[in-house]
């Protein structure tokens, strides 16, 4: 999704009054809770003419239940006071002709009795004309001992157009943050630009590497038969490229296979090696840098300030990493478990939601699953349509089976039990033609 640009106006008729009734109205819930107003300012993007917005809805999630509530204009909608994440949608005609959807989102909002005043500012989705991530597969497979296996770990991305894209120059990049952990960063630049512990970017000097409408690239941790070591697992000495560091600590070396080509590493946080967060606490995404690598290293790096609230104390933190714009972003997906998420680590115009593997943190039934993009149809060649509005709660399926380990029909637990079926996302399952 690239990003517009563009000045914040507030056209009069934007400010949208909202009658919530929670208990305490006359629709026989319990009178003895006060109901709750909510004047909700939509703040369009001047480009935006509010007479060509239609479709508008809102969405309230009740962070503590997890139950959904969703009203357009005129309807009346029960709720609970409570904490909230809000989102609108609607679509929007603009100037070119050209339809568009409007997105705006409010996380952790307190909904309280008495008259409660919000503000949204829409922006404009559009869906990236590049390469996605389709999945990520993070958390790892088991040995037959019960233990983890590590380097087998994968992110896969997609041409989702109808044009040759090349994937030289593409990065991808890991987030410092974490969805488990909120705090207070100063100064915040997650308006302007996300916060990063790794890069790692595909060599090429711009056409070295196309990439065909329909066609997939394997990035994997480590590009080697892991059967070898661990026979639960499964053979990337195929990927198309795979990620290697240069340790600096002698007891954990990484390995550099002879059958993948490496990415070139602009910067870690590590001195050993790299590896996806195999609970998915972090957010991963793709970018395309128009400034070289030393001018980035030079001149994105960002120093911040929080504090730690424990129970000995409040304690002052600094730390250090890069900064990526979120003009450069492509795409970006946030991973969580429900029992710890706190936030998005990057603004709503990149991602307003995210996925996960596991249902807690360290959650054993994690092992051999990935988030995978979902597929929402089949071009005319019979290539998966994948879905991209930039909400990665709807856009992926969370905790299925790795498409390489059904690709290659490896074991899909710790017993060893062969995978038996191929699908295109997970859970759509392909025809029986498409295999053979």
Request: with cysteine; hydrophobic share 35%; charged share 20%.
């Amino acid at each position: 999704m690239k990003l517009l640009n563009t000045q914040i106006i507030i056209p009069a008729w934007v400010l949208l009054v909202v009658s919530i009734l929670t208990p305490g109205c006359d629709d026989g819930l319990d009178a003895t809770l006060p109901a709750s107003n909510v004047t909700i300012n939509l703040e369009f993007p001047a480009e935006v003419d509010p007479s060509d917005v239609s479709n508008e809805e809102f969405m309230f999630l009740n962070v503590s239940n997890g139950i959904s509530t969703s009203f357009r204009r005129g309807e009346t909608l029960n709720l609970i006071p409570g904490l909230y994440d809000i989102s609108y949608s609607a679509t929007v005609e603009l100037p070119n002709a050209a339809s568009a959807t409007l997105k705006a989102l409010r996380q952790s909002v307190v909904l309280t009795k008495g008259d409660n005043n919000l503000i949204l500012s829409p922006y404009i989705n559009i869906t990236a004309d590049d390469l996605i991530i389709s999945e990520i597969f993070f958390t790892g497979t088991l040995q037959r001992s019960g233990n983890q296996y590590y380097g087998d770990d994968y992110i896969k991305l997609y041409n989702n157009t109808d044009k040759v894209i090349y994937a030289d120059g593409l990065t991808i990049f890991e987030s410092m943050f974490t969805t488990t952990e909120k705090n207070n960063y100063t100064p915040d630049i997650m308006g302007e630009a996300m916060t990063v512990d790794a890069l790692y970017t595909i060599p090429g000097s711009g056409t070295d590497h196309p990439v065909n409408p329909g066609e997939y690239l394997l990035i994997a941790d480590t590009g080697v038969d892991h059967r070898v070591m661990n026979p639960n697992s499964f053979d990337l000495s195929g990927a198309d490229w795979e990620w290697y560091d240069v340790s600096t600590v002698p007891s954990s070396l990484d390995i550099d296979s002879p059958s993948v080509e490496n990415l070139d590493k602009w910067y870690c946080y590590t001195q050993s090696f790299w590896m996806l967060h195999n609970r998915g606490f972090k957010a991963y995404g793709v970018a395309r840098i128009p400034v070289d690598k030393q001018i980035y290293l030079k001149d994105y790096f960002y120093s911040f300030d929080y504090e730690i609230v424990t129970q000995a104390g409040t304690f002052p933190m600094s730390r250090q990493a890069y900064r990526l714009p979120n003009d450069w972003i492509v795409d970006v997906v946030n991973c969580s478990v429900a029992s710890d998420y706190q936030w998005n680590v990057c603004t709503p115009r990149l991602d307003m939601g995210w996925t996960y593997c596991g249902s807690f943190d360290k959650d054993k039934s994690r092992f051999f699953h990935a988030v995978r993009r979902k597929m929402i149809g089949l071009t005319p060649s019979g290539k998966p349509i994948l879905q991209d509005t930039n909400n990665s709660t709807v856009d992926f399926n969370p905790m299925v089976t790795p498409s390489e380990i059904e690709i290659q029909g490896t074991a899909k637990d710790a017993y060893g039990t062969p995978c038996t079926v191929r699908t295109y996302d997970g859970v759509t399952p392909m025809p029986v033609d498409m295999l053979q």
